[in-house]
């Protein structure tokens, strides 16, 4: 209740800082959209169906780069936690790797796969893997000793403690990983979809500048924080379900 | 006959925490380990259950040297050691996921434990819903699920306050007077060592050797105010406390 309020609260200062821009002529009208000239223009593409083709599009973008980081940051991840000579080859190079901001290799990128969708994929990929490689590593390593040497007094082989006591106990850690990498996808989606892309929502914000349409842009970045919050919804719920109990206390 | 033999020189880095150390004790008793802290008591405790490699010794079972962890020996934990992801009853069932039983089985022969220590009514409750006292029953029940001859504790009941350590102390008796099992509880607290064993040995500080051993030959039913279990404590708090005065000097 109080969260539609707050959010109701939000648009209500917008509307009154634009209509209160008209009224006095601060800056030109056009530079501040109202709600209402955001909402017309996400009527005009809804009701073409342009919109949800864009939305659909990078939706797409952001499913396969985080699927394909995801799978590998689980693999390596889980690999890298349990095998201490394999950390210690990695932990220089991803230390070094990890704070370039990703939009630097963002040419490469193109460079290296064309303006085509191979080079947003991989980009978003390339982006969400290092956070979520590492978060996955770090849960691993943090599960607690003692249940491990628990599950081996109780005649657990290697491969059960790894199954049936480290990927559990580690769980937690692991879905904050993921849900953080989602988020991040979405983050630098626009970044991707800003170059040579014919769709999405990124290409949307973009064709809102090619074409000064202040308004659109609005509706493009409010359509991402909408979808945004709609899927970390969604993931929470996920997690909820899939942690039962044991957060309970 | 002889049931447990362990002679280990723990020789790992420079810290001796054991030396010479050599133990006997028979099938069906309950023997109590205390020293001051760090005489090296965990560490006898984790070779005995084989949670560490490198000894110097020989643990012998029923006449067999063994090394690793053993199905004849179960394990109780100082720190938490219950797996926050699963129920009471699928804790208790952990072993016996781990060699195979069929569901239905070990579900009943899991509930069968869990009554006897009195969750009844919480098979279905995670880790985190339970006190502290009601996590340590699920991880002796845990223990106990294979019908091992021996039971290792160490400080099993440390981290309790006095009057559910108590009661803790008669739910085990319970346990023993079902099951005889050969009982090693490591302990500081006097009082709780000669209210359980039939023996208690005194451990010195560092390098951790055999100080003394005390028969406590009181009748079964004890009473913690009676004279003779007093004497009892007082008897062995001197021996314990020139141990500890040799750490402070």
């Known amino acids: 209740m109080s969260r539609a309020a707050a959010l109701a609260g939000a648009l209500v200062l917008w509307a009154a800082i634009t209509h209160g821009n008209r009224w006095l002529g601060v800056v030109n009208p056009v530079l501040l959209p109202t709600p209402l000239e955001a909402g017309a223009v996400a009527l005009e593409l809804g009701r073409s169906g342009e919109l949800l083709r864009h939305v659909l599009t990078s939706l797409g973008r952001v499913a396969q780069g985080f699927g394909l980081a995801a ?11 349990l095998c201490v000579p394999l950390r210690l080859m990695a932990e220089p190079v991803i230390e070094f790797v990890r704070p370039i901001p990703p939009l630097a290799f963002l040419p490469m990128f193109l460079v290296w796969f064309g303006l085509g969708e191979a080079s ?57 990983a993921l849900r953080v990498g989602v988020g991040l996808a979405l983050f630098v989606i626009v970044g991707a979809e800003f170059m040579g892309a014919d769709a999405g929502l990124g290409y949307l914000i973009m064709d809102g500048r090619m074409f000064f349409n202040p308004a659109q842009i609005v509706m493009g970045a409010l359509a991402l924080g909408l979808l945004g919050s709609l899927i970390n919804t969604l993931l929470l719920v996920a997690e909820r379900r899939l942690l039962n109990g044991r957060a309970a206390s | 006959m002889s049931k447990v033999f362990a002679n280990p020189d ?19 008793e ?10 090296g008591k965990s560490t006898l405790f984790n070779i005995i259950g084989g949670l560490v490699g490198e000894y110097e010794g020989r643990v012998i079972v029923e006449g067999a040297a063994v090394t690793g962890t053993h199905p ?8 938490e050691s219950t797996f926050p992801w699963r129920t009471v009853i699928e804790n208790v069932a952990f072993p016996l996921e781990i060699i195979g039983v069929a569901k239905a089985e070990r579900i009943e022969r899991a509930r069968h434990f869990v009554d006897l220590v009195g969750l009844n009514g919480f098979e279905r409750r995670y880790p985190a819903e339970l006190s502290g006292g009601m996590r340590q029953r699920v991880a002796i029940c845990r223990a106990l699920v294979t019908d091992p001859d021996i039971l290792l504790m160490d400080e099993p009941f440390s981290a309790l306050d006095a009057m559910t350590r108590d009661e803790m102390n008669d739910a085990l008796l319970d346990i ?23 023996r208690v040995v005194v451990m010195t ?45």
């Open chain 1, 71 to 81: 799978v590998a940051a689980l693999g390596l991840g889980v690999l890298v936690g």
């Open chain 2, 10 to 28: 723990n020789g790992t880095d420079q810290v001796h925490a054991l030396e010479n150390v050599s133990l006997e004790v028979q099938a069906g």
């Open chain 2, 176 to 198: 023993w007077d079902r099951y005889r099992k050969t009982g090693l509880f490591v302990t500081h607290s006097i009082r709780e060592a000669v209210y359980l064993a039939d």
């Open chain 2, 30 to 39: 309950f023997f109590s380990i205390i020293g001051p802290s760090g005489c």
């Open chain 2, 205 to 249: 500080s560092v390098p951790g050797r055999i100080k003394q051993i005390f028969p406590i030959k009181l009748p079964e039913a004890r009473d913690r105010f009676a004279p003779e279990f007093t004497q009892y404590e007082s008897d062995i708090t001197r021996v314990v406390k020139e141990e500890v005065a040799k750490v402070r000097e």
């Open chain 2, 72 to 79: 004849a020996i179960g394990m109780v934990f100082q720190e």
């Open chain 1, 120 to 176: 947003k994929v991989a980009f978003i990929g390339y982006t969400t893997f290092f956070p979520m490689f590492v978060a996955i590593a770090a849960s691993v390593l943090r599960v607690d000793v003692v249940l491990l040497r628990a599950a081996a007094s109780l005649g657990a082989s290697r491969a059960d403690l790894v199954r049936r006591v480290m990927l559990p106990a580690a769980l937690p850690g692991i879905v904050v």
